[in-house]
């Protein structure tokens, strides 16, 4: 399977301020990312799907705004969370699909946690 | 919309057999499984395409009944290992894009 990974794996920040999560693919390149949120205890969340080179695709209720994605190359997506709140704390994971198949593979997630 | 998985948490003994089961009420063109560790990113299982398929490795298999939109994952002679949430995430194109369900958690145990 795919090697994706995220930096940094765990952030703490102040209210207000912003903080960029880096997700790679390592041994392909992938046209599609996929970012999830998980709440503990909790089913993930698509929150958006990214494709390189285009804007990315929020899901219904997702404020684009908030969370900034980029796709910039075939190896690397980010998600930028702009003025967090501590609502925002949570775990962000992003998934690779590629390689010619409909498999998603998971970076190691990020969590974030927002005094 | 949301799969709905059953059943929400199950305790084995090592050596014993589980199903977990996942289904949509949407027309579905692929069924994935999951398995999640406390603090951990979801580790790939299989995946299941549409056409009715079954799949296994080792003592993990599931099934994809199209027509009913359901899917089952089989866990046999469990080991400790196997203790972690299962999630199914379904696609309804081939877009890859997943939803999950609420997951299943299982507890084995000596």
């Known amino acids: 399977g795919a090697v994706v990974s995220q930096h940094p794996s765990r952030v703490i920040c102040k209210s207000g301020t912003s903080v960029k999560i880096e997700c790679r693919s390592l041994?392909?390149?992938?046209?599609?990312m996929f970012w999830y949120r998980q709440f503990p205890k909790q089913s993930l969340m698509l929150m958006a799907t990214?494709?390189?080179?285009?804007?990315?695709?929020?899901e219904q209720g997702v404020e684009k705004d908030k969370f900034l994605i980029n796709h910039a190359s075939l190896t690397l997506s980010t998600l930028t969370v702009t003025s967090a709140h501590p609502e925002d704390s949570s775990f962000y994971i992003c998934?690779?699909?590629?390689?010619?198949?409909?498999?998603?593979?998971f970076g190691p997630g990020t969590r974030l946690t927002v005094l | 919309q949301q799969p709905v998985q059953s059943p929400q948490a199950v305790i084995l003994r090592e050596g014993e057999d589980a199903v977990i089961n996942c289904s949509s009420s949407?027309?579905?063109?692929?069924v994935h499984w999951y398995r999640q560790k406390h603090g951990e990113a979801p580790v790939f299982l299989m995946i299941?395409?549409?056409?009715?398929e079954q799949k296994g490795h080792d003592k993990i298999s599931a099934s994809f009944n199209e027509k009913k939109q359901q899917s089952s994952l089989y866990l046999t002679a469990s080991q400790l290992s196997y203790s972690g949430t299962y999630f199914c995430?379904?696609?309804?194109?081939?877009?890859?894009?997943?939803?999950f369900g609420q997951g299943t958690t299982l507890q084995v145990k000596p």
């Open positions: 998934s690779v699909a590629g390689g010619g198949t409909d498999t998603q593979y």
């Open positions: 041994d392909f390149q992938a046209t599609t």
């Open positions: 990214s494709n390189e080179g285009s804007k990315a695709t929020y």
């Open positions: 949407k027309a579905l063109y692929s």
């Open positions: 299941l395409l549409k056409g009715g």
């Open positions: 995430g379904t696609s309804t194109s081939n877009t890859g894009k997943l939803i």
